[in-house]
């Protein structure tokens, strides 16, 4: 059988974004079972699990962890690979990374992929020898039920070729739900899964990927094929706007834009919405010219709470209730029962007093996740509507993806991450000596940012503390230093990474933060160019900001503020008069008190301030 074992806490995305039209098939299913409390004793396992190929049959063990599932198929005999339960809370999933790919030989044994839990990323086994044929699921797709079709094994080298076109229905790649589900008001389509009819062209569906890990939707900003036009492997087929940039969406192989779903503009568009369609020859283009999806076709519309009825608004102010007379109880319509979300979803509304009976679910079937739970607020009494002063003109700005993202961290960050701060003086002199000597060669132009990459790189690898992050159960420290520099934007703030920061020249340094830079305002940035880093850099010297206290990006520990470098008279003992000007520069660190001690903040400052007034410690 297919086992998991606990691996490493991770995560990565893929921009996989292709979804093969669907095609009628019979099946023979694998689940997979997990390690529980003990030792799974894989032997006996073996032993209870019997190979079924005539009839479809469920056999499960207690905590219904481990199931197979099978049919008769016209094709060779293989097994497929579903979504199994890897923790006893585990309602879905999300794959991390494929460790295989199609064509490779397993082992009994082998780590096939890596499934993002409820709890913790964990490896999936293959359950013995055969052939890794045909992979349903693309890395990076998230929340993905249990029973999803995950993979297709054969026992032989040569049946791999028979599944390379092989795409299942809806019907199978969707779970068998464990209750009745409600009658259907309309008649089931006869055609594939999402409707789409048996008698068109072979075709490929594109959909919206996940263009970044804490993406959930996104907006389709233009299209750069038009119907009909030939596609070239890796030509732009459109632009994606996330939640942190403007991306190109890339033309996987040869084929031919048959037809636009999303027209250019298109907001708020959920992970998996069906986009366009490409086929492979011209001729089938005109087949798709009046296609139009079923509603099945897209992701299933998140459940929505009763409508609850809207008061009638007059120009009476709001009264209070005469004293002593309840409110009213609830009403009778109000959601009952079991409500369905995610342990994390439960955790963040308990948070912030939130009625999860009042929360819309997005997830999948209407489960309620974290992000409605952000979305929603707590109910609370109408207010008395705040209208514009008469006369006053205003201009309504709609909200960009980066916008909304932005407003949700940071309010996430000052909310939940118990920030303090620290403020020091720093000299400048020497370093603004070195930098002017070095910048008059002509070779090469720093700026004083680039001096403080290096030395908050050289000083994270002295005070370890610092280069980490909260990790709920355990600190994570990271061995290199991945420093983030605040860019600022038409659509918000961004941050690009100079990555390995400690180990690199100014030179280096210096090189990669322009083009960063560059590519960060016109939105080319690739995700893993501005994710993940480790410590941030935000200065606002330039605009003669003195001294600032910054929000921590999460999931970092701490984030520095830099303020403008001002000529300052300082005490100096060595000088006749007792004093001196000097160039003066102040900085403050925002810390999270979980992972940063006041004195190991202090530390780390003190160490970051002597390599800024002895830069040529930077250089040795």
Known sequence: MMLSRLGRTSWSCSRSWLRPSSSSTRRGVLGTS???????????????????????TYKTTLNSSVFVRSLSSNLPS???????ALSPTMDQGTIVKWEKEVGDKLEEGDIIAQVETDK????????????????????????????????????????IEAFKDYAPSESQTTPTPTTPAPAASEP??????????????????????????TMDQGTIVKWEKEEGEKLEEGDIIAQVETDKATMDMETPGEGYLAKIIVPAGSKDLPLGKLLAIIVEDESDVAAFKDYSPSQTSSPAPPMQAPPTATPTQTTSPIQSPPSGVKPPPPSASSPVGRIIASPYAKKLASEKSINLQSVSGTGPGGRIVARDVLQGTPTVVPASVTTPTPGASYEDI???????????????????????????????????????GVNSSGDIKLSVTDF????????????PQVNSSWMESYIRQYNSADVSVAVSTEGGLITPIITGAENKGLKTISTEMRDLSERARSGRLQPHEFQGGTFTISNLGMYGIRNFSAVINPPQSCILAVGATQKRVIVDEDDNKNYKVASVMSVTMSCDHRVVDGAVGAQWLSVFKSYIEKPFKMLL
């Not at 293989?78 to 199994?84: A, D, G």
């Not at 594939?192 to 062209?201: E, I």
């Open 452 to 463: 403080l990459v290096k030395a908050s790189g050289l000083a994270l690898m002295e005070v």
């Open 34 to 56: 997990r390690r529980s409390l003990g030792t799974l004793r894989r032997a006996n396992i073996a032993r209870n699990s019997q190979r079924i190929t005539s009839t479809l």
């Open 188 to 213: 089931v389509s006869e055609g594939g899964a999402g409707g789409v009819p048996l008698d068109l062209p072979s075709h490929t569906e594109v959909v919206l990927p996940a263009l970044s890990p």
């Open 398 to 436: 709609q909200l960009s993806g980066m916008r909304k993202t932005i407003a949700t961290r940071l309010m996430e960050s000052k909310r939940n991450i118990p920030h303090y701060y620290l403020s020091i003086d720093i000299t400048m002199d020497d370093l603004l000596r070195l930098r002017s």
């Open 120 to 159: 913790a990323t964990m490896d999936m086994e293959t359950p013995g020898e055969g052939y890794l044929a045909r992979i349903i699921v693309p890395a990076g797709s998230k929340d993905l039920p249990l029973g999803k079709l995950l993979a297709i094994i054969v026992e032989e080298e040569s049946d």
């Open 78 to 84: 293989h097994t497929e690979v579903v979504l199994p």
